[in-house]
Structures are given as structure tokens and as C-alpha cells.
């Protein structure tokens, strides 16, 4: 059946219908801050012999009926596995500690194994 679309809207309207648009984007790195920011150790060699020699964490962002959720995850380059990972609805440093905190457990680095991460505040 085709319907012109102010019909539909006016019937939406009349029936108490509203449309819900969701943001495209959402920024998640505030990389203009004042705290410490690590030095890039990594410097672009992405080369790994064995685990837990390199680790890349970083944080995005889902849409979902309640609102936004935040995932942080952190990948061990080696096996390209995710070793440590953590939700919440607010993006702050709680997140990047609890994804950190998994991967520590879970992995128990030896020392000498780079975290790398964007400059982002939640990872300062």
C-alpha cells in the first residue's frame, strides 16, 4: 500500500507516535586536557613474538533503547584477543581501570609490556 509521507506523520501525530532520532556520532576522546600524558612507546612498531608483549585498548560507544553504553576493551596484539573489557554508561576513568583490572588478572603481564592507548582523558 503506498502512503504519502504526512499522512504517516499527521496519523503518528494523532496516535501520540514520535520519532526518536538518535545521534550520528558521539566524540569519546577529549585529547585537549591538562593531565600527564604518557609517552608513545609504541611509536608504530606493531611487531609481537609472542603474548603480552603489547597490549591496544580503546573506548567506543553503542546506542541502545536506554541511552548511550560505553565499551572499553584492550587486545592483546599477539593473538588479537580481547583480554580485558568494561561497560558502563558514563565515560570516565572508572571504565579504562575496570578494562585494565580485568586484563591484569586475566593476564598477569610480565614487566616490560606496553598498554597503548589514545591520549584520550579517561586513559590519563
Known sequence: MKVEHRR???LMGE??????RTPKYKVTTDSNHTFN???????QDFSVDGPNQ???????????????????VILD????????????NR???DLAICELD????????PKGCI????????YC
Do not use: C, F
Open 8 to 10: 504517516v506523520g499527521r
Open 15 to 20: 496516535n501520540g507516535i514520535k520519532i526518536i
Open 37 to 43: 600524558v604518557a609517552p608513545n612507546l609504541l611509536d
Open 54 to 72: 603489547k597490549w591496544a585498548g580503546d573506548i567506543s560507544y553503542i546506542w541502545t533503547s536506554e541511552g548511550w553504553l560505553y565499551l572499553a
Open 77 to 88: 596484539w599477539h593473538s588479537r584477543r580481547v583480554i580485558g573489557w568494561a561497560v558502563n
Open 91 to 93: 565515560l570516565n576513568r
Open 102 to 109: 580485568m586484563a591484569v588478572a586475566l593476564r598477569q603481564p
Open 115 to 122: 598498554h597503548h592507548t589514545d591520549r584520550g582523558s579517561q
